[in-house]
Nanobody, 116 residues
Framework: QVQLVESGGGLVQPGGSLRLSCAGS????????VGWYRQVSDSGRELVAL???????SYADSVKGRFTISRDYGKNTVSLQMDNLKPEDTAAYYC??????????WGQGTQITVSS
């Protein structure tokens, strides 16, 4: 059974930083595309950052230069370093993985609130 478990959410002031981590079990991240999506209220989930097998990465335009995605192959984790956070970054953030069989998996989500 695949599980993705996020950690690191919370409340932060504008301009602050947070780091999200996602630990995978039952899935090998090095054989998967992994990343982060976010969702505000009832709107759809939007891609924040993605890293694909082979090493490529992509970011939403709104977070380029502020967020950095990284993997730890030994720990089977993916992290998202978020700097210079803005109120519009407030959302529920979800860890995502697509394995080599093209099956999609999601974490439970963790709330990020950027407010003074």
């Amino acid at each position: 059974q695949v599980q993705l478990v996020e950690s690191g959410g919370g409340l932060v002031q504008p301009g602050g930083s947070l780091r999200l981590s996602c630990a995978g079990s039952g899935i090998i991240f090095s054989l998967s595309n992994v990343g982060w999506y976010r969702q505000v209220s009832d709107s759809g989930r939007e891609l924040v950052a993605l890293t694909i097998t082979g090493g490529g990465t992509s970011y939403a335009d709104s977070v380029k230069g502020r967020f950095t995605i990284s993997r730890d192959y030994g720990k089977n984790t993916v992290s998202l370093q978020m700097d210079n956070l803005k109120p519009e970054d407030t959302a529920a953030y979800y860890c995502y993985a697509r394995d080599f069989r093209n099956q999609d998996f999601w974490g439970q989500g963790t709330q990020i609130t950027v407010s003074s």
